[in-house]
């Protein structure tokens, strides 16, 4: 994250065309489900200037693919740059904290990247993801037991979903689990205040918020330094061994910072997709229930019809051409999952829930190439916890009819808040 390096995206020019004046990512329609209006984008300009995000939006699989896989002519060096510049007082209230969070991972290049990737995902063996199973499933029986004895109708964002897959990475962290609500609401706030379009009064606020983020991670880190336990910071730090040429007790509380929000937010957001894209369809649900559905063709196909992450970002380095048409270097590019996942060239009947459609791996929900989502494993495997619980305590499970979908406006994070559920 480099909050004061937000300019270049207000600034951007490009050609307009009617795709540029068609695509608004913070229109109701579209927040509500953009996969309509994408895939007519798709099919008349798959690559165009966006003038509200100062971005070329690219929407094709095969070239979101090739953008993502080729990190010579791509940067991720704005991968987490917020959208909308800082007003005055927040660029402020940043810049005089000692806020600091360099670039190790998501938002790096080789060949530094190849260095920290191997270091901050040496860690994160199977056998480290397998042993956390017996928790995930404690958890999970936990939250899907008190569903089934409350009252319905209810929401399963609060009752399941929200705090799950924060309490999974916390337990990996050896995060205290009361800190569960405080860190999910940093984690929100870091949606907004990134990937949004906040007011001034919205930015000094969210500002403040993730100065305190920052020192929070550092502060665990520190507390991991002098008490290390069983857990990953732990880990990361016996595995330093002091030499900073590893990595720095600051660059290991950067990776903390990062962790705490993108370790559980996407995995929430993956898994209310899952439930509301599944349970309308009941005789899918029924044989899921039944155990004739293998599970983890449904975690797959659920994630690729709804990515928990509909876009991500990268700067051209020099001039390129996608799918004809000419974008000059230093443009920054917005890489649309979202309609990649439904590129009907890839994904036959891409609008269709198919469990178990041969090439459903091919999906870019977790990127692609050097960047592949290091906790990929994590989240399947906490997926398919989640769904095998419900299916199994509440076989009835299904949507209350006519409510709404409310989601958080931003261009990257498919979030909703609230599903509501009755059985």
């Given at each position: 994250?480099?909050?004061?390096?937000?300019?270049?995206?207000?600034?951007?020019?490009?050609?307009?065309?009617?795709?540029?004046?068609?695509?608004?990512?913070?229109?109701?329609?579209?927040?509500?489900?953009?996969?309509?209006?994408?895939?007519?984008?798709?099919?008349?300009?798959?690559?165009?200037?966006?003038?509200?995000?100062?971005?070329?939006?690219?929407?094709?699989?095969?070239?979101?693919?090739?953008?993502?896989?080729?990190?010579?002519?791509?940067?991720?060096?704005?991968?987490?740059?917020?959208?909308?510049?800082?007003?005055?007082?927040?660029?402020?209230?940043?810049?005089?904290?000692?806020?600091?969070?360099?670039?190790?991972?998501?938002?790096?290049?080789?060949?530094?990247?190849?260095?920290?990737?191997?270091?901050?995902?040496?860690?994160?063996?199977?056998?480290?993801?397998?042993?956390?199973?017996?928790?995930?499933?404690?958890?999970?029986?936990?939250?899907?037991?008190?569903?089934?004895?409350?009252?319905?109708?209810?929401?399963?964002?609060?009752?399941?979903?929200?705090?799950?897959?924060?309490?999974?990475?916390?337990?990996?962290?050896?995060?205290?689990?009361?800190?569960?609500?405080?860190?999910?609401?940093?984690?929100?706030?870091?949606?907004?205040?990134?990937w949004g379009r906040p007011t001034e009064a919205e930015q000094?606020?969210?500002?403040?918020?993730?100065?305190?983020?920052?020192?929070?991670?550092?502060?665990?880190?520190?507390?991991?330094?002098?008490?290390?336990?069983?857990?990953?910071?732990?880990?990361?730090?016996?595995?330093?061994?002091?030499?900073?040429?590893?990595?720095?007790?600051?660059?290991?509380?950067?990776?903390?910072?990062?962790?705490?929000?993108?370790?559980?937010?996407?995995?929430?957001?993956?898994?209310?997709?899952?439930?509301?894209?599944?349970?309308?369809?009941?005789?899918?649900?029924?044989?899921?229930?039944?155990?004739?559905?293998?599970?983890?063709?449904?975690?797959?196909?659920?994630?690729?019809?709804?990515?928990?992450?509909?876009?991500?970002?990268?700067?051209?380095?020099?001039?390129?051409?996608?799918?004809?048409?000419?974008?000059?270097?230093?443009?920054?590019?917005?890489?649309?999952?979202?309609?990649?996942?439904?590129?009907?060239?890839?994904?036959?009947?891409?609008?269709?829930?198919?469990?178990?459609?041969?090439?459903?791996?091919?999906?870019?929900?977790?990127?692609?190439?050097?960047?592949?989502?290091?906790?990929?494993?994590?989240?399947?495997?906490?997926?398919?916890?989640?769904?095998?619980?419900?299916?199994?305590?509440?076989?009835?499970?299904?949507?209350?009819?006519?409510?709404?979908?409310?989601?958080?406006?931003?261009?990257?994070?498919?979030?909703?808040?609230?599903?509501?559920?009755?059985?």
């Amino acid at each position: 994250m480099r909050p004061l390096s937000t300019e270049a995206s207000s600034q951007a020019q490009g050609p307009l065309t009617p795709a540029s004046d068609s695509f608004d990512p913070f229109d109701p329609t579209y927040v509500v489900d953009p996969y309509p209006i994408l895939a007519e984008l798709r099919e008349s300009e798959p690559v165009f200037f966006s003038p509200r995000i100062g971005s070329w939006v690219v929407t094709r699989f095969e070239t979101v693919k090739a953008v993502l896989r080729d990190v010579q002519r791509y940067s991720a060096q704005i991968a987490s740059d917020p959208l909308t510049p800082l007003c005055p007082h927040a660029r402020a209230i940043i810049a005089d904290s000692g806020f600091n969070v360099p670039p190790l991972l998501v938002n790096n290049d080789p060949p530094s990247h190849t260095h920290y990737r191997a270091f901050f995902g040496a860690p994160l063996q199977r056998e480290r993801i397998q042993a956390l199973r017996p928790f995930i499933q404690e958890t999970v029986d936990g939250y899907v037991g008190r569903l089934a004895a409350g009252a319905k109708p209810t929401d399963l964002v609060t009752g399941l979903t929200w705090d799950v897959p924060a309490l999974v990475l916390f337990k990996l962290l050896g995060v205290p689990a009361q800190d569960v609500q405080q860190v999910k609401n940093w984690a929100s706030s870091r949606v907004v205040m990134t990937w949004g379009r906040p007011t001034e009064a919205e930015q000094v606020a969210l500002s403040t918020g993730a100065v305190e983020y920052y020192r929070y991670a550092q502060a665990l880190v520190q507390q991991k330094f002098e008490n290390p336990t069983d857990d990953y910071l732990s880990d990361l730090i016996r595995l330093r061994a002091g030499d900073d040429a590893q990595a720095t007790l600051h660059e290991i509380a950067a990776v903390a910072f990062n962790l705490l929000f993108a370790g559980h937010e996407t995995t929430s957001s993956a898994a209310i997709n899952m439930f509301k894209v599944l349970l309308p369809d009941r005789n899918l649900w029924n044989k899921v229930c039944r155990g004739e559905q293998p599970l983890a063709q449904v975690v797959e196909e659920a994630l690729r019809i709804d990515p928990p992450v509909q876009a991500w970002r990268r700067q051209a380095k020099e001039a390129v051409v996608l799918d004809g048409v000419s974008i000059p270097a230093g443009a920054r590019l917005l890489l649309a999952f979202a309609s990649a996942n439904h590129d009907p060239d890839q994904f036959p009947s891409p609008d269709t829930f198919t469990p178990g459609r041969r090439n459903a791996l091919q999906q870019v929900s977790f990127g692609a190439g050097t960047h592949f989502c290091l906790g990929a494993p994590l989240a399947r495997l906490e997926l398919e916890v989640m769904l095998q619980a419900v299916a199994a305590r509440l076989p009835g499970l299904a949507l209350v009819p006519g409510q709404e979908f409310p989601y958080t406006p931003n261009t990257s994070f498919r979030a909703l808040r609230r599903l509501m559920v009755t059985w």
